[in-house]
């Protein structure tokens, strides 16, 4: 059974809506996505780069809003501070993915390095913080984290905007304006690549 295959039986037999069982479904999605822009060529290997890239920003700033605070309580502020520093590394990493032309040697060497950072992060987080959350905050408080990381998901940048990233206070203060440019830019060029 693949990694993303078993993430998605542990969150089937948690209740909907759970913070955690979000998580473990949203990390499958991008274990699956790497695999699509790894195997993919040309145009459909530039718009699954991109999927995944929207994907994990919109992920990991919703966890530094919603998830990392509790656990810095549950799991310890070490734990999250260390999470936040990986994440402000792929941010980064992210970024400099972006401008690269993905038919390229370099972007793939590149994406290979920046998915076992990704992989091992999550790793992390589900060996480390998602059970310190789990274990430390009641069922009705998990279903609740799993609804506020929904919306601050809608309201998450799509781009990695490495300024913020790692950083809870940031997410909250510039993301929903990075989000506003980001989806219009993102509106625009389907658009012109439509037309």
């Known amino acids: ?4 295959e078993q ?17 473990l479904q949203q990390h499958a999605r991008i274990r699956d996505l790497f695999d699509d822009v790894k195997s ?3 145009r459909h290997k530039q718009q699954a780069f991109d999927e995944l890239r929207a994907v994990l920003a919109v992920h ?24 936040n520093h990986e994440e402000a590394e ?6 400099r993915l972006e401008k690269m032309d993905v ?11 920046f998915e076992k950072a990704v992989s091992d992060h999550a790793d992390n987080e589900e060996r480390e913080e998602f059970p310190a959350v789990h274990e430390g905050r009641t069922e009705e408080q998990l279903i609740r984290m799993g609804k506020q ?3 601050a998901e809608k309201i998450a940048p799509t781009h990695p905007h490495p300024t913020t990233a790692g950083s809870p206070m940031a997410q909250w203060a510039v993301g929903p304006l990075a989000s506003l440019i980001d989806r219009t830019k993102d509106a625009i ?3 012109g690549a439509q037309g």
């Open 90 to 95: 792929a941010g980064k990493v992210l970024a």
């Open 189 to 191: 060029r389907s658009a």
């Open 1 to 4: 059974m693949s990694t993303a």
């Open 40 to 42: 993919a060529e040309g």
């Open 149 to 151: 990381l929904l919306a």
């Open 60 to 83: 990991e700033t919703a966890e530094e809003m919603i998830v990392r605070p509790v656990a810095g309580a549950t799991a310890g502020r070490a734990e999250a501070d260390a999470r």
């Open 7 to 23: 993430e998605r039986a542990q969150a089937a037999k948690l209740p909907a809506d759970d913070v955690v069982g979000l998580l």
């Open 103 to 113: 038919s390229s040697p370099e972007f793939d060497d590149l994406l290979a390095r």
